[in-house]
């Protein structure tokens, strides 16, 4: 396997208002604290917070496109909503391999979503299982 422990890969986007409706549609997840302005404006957030998994996505073309990258599959993710997100954020992914299991062809990666301002919105641990050589 040619990754080594440290190695890390990251990108950053701005989430936009149109991935907050997009992401209820192909999730269904319409609670208002997502989608209704008004009712958010009323709550503790002050506006309309990103859904958890929206966010949480970013890992899984992290993982899935960059490290480990194309043919990996996802086996378990940990996920902790730290800080909310809000229309505009900038949220960079980050994710650091942390530990390689040679036999079982399984790379464990610290994961972390951070905003504009350094602060962390989410963070957690992904293990992913490498294909075989032969397949790539
Ligand atoms: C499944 C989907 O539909 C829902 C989602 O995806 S929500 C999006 C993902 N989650 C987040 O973005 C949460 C990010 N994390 C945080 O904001 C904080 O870590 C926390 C609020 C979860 C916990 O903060 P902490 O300070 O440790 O905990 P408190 O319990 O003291 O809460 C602080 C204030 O938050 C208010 N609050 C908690 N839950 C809600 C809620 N559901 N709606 C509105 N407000 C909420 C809580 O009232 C506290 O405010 P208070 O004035 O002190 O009472």
């Not at 209820?24 to 917070?49: C, K, M, V, W």
């Amino acid at each position: 396997m040619n990754f080594e422990i440290g190695q890390s890969a990251q990108f950053s986007r701005t989430v936009t208002e149109t991935d907050f409706i997009m992401f209820a549609g192909l999730s269904g997840d319409y609670n208002p604290i997502h989608t209704d302005q008004e009712y958010a404006e009323n709550t503790f957030f002050g506006g309309r917070i990103s859904h958890g998994l929206l966010t949480a996505s970013m890992l899984s073309r992290l993982l899935g496109m960059h490290l480990p990258g194309p043919g990996s599959i996802y086996v378990s993710q940990s996920l902790t909503f730290t800080k909310p997100v809000y229309i505009g954020d900038t949220i960079t992914a980050y994710a650091e391999v942390v530990k390689i299991d040679e036999d079982s062809r399984l790379l464990t990666l610290q994961t972390t979503c951070r905003n504009q301002s350094g602060s962390t919105v989410l963070d957690g641990n992904g293990v992913m299982k490498l294909p075989k050589k032969e397949q790539g």
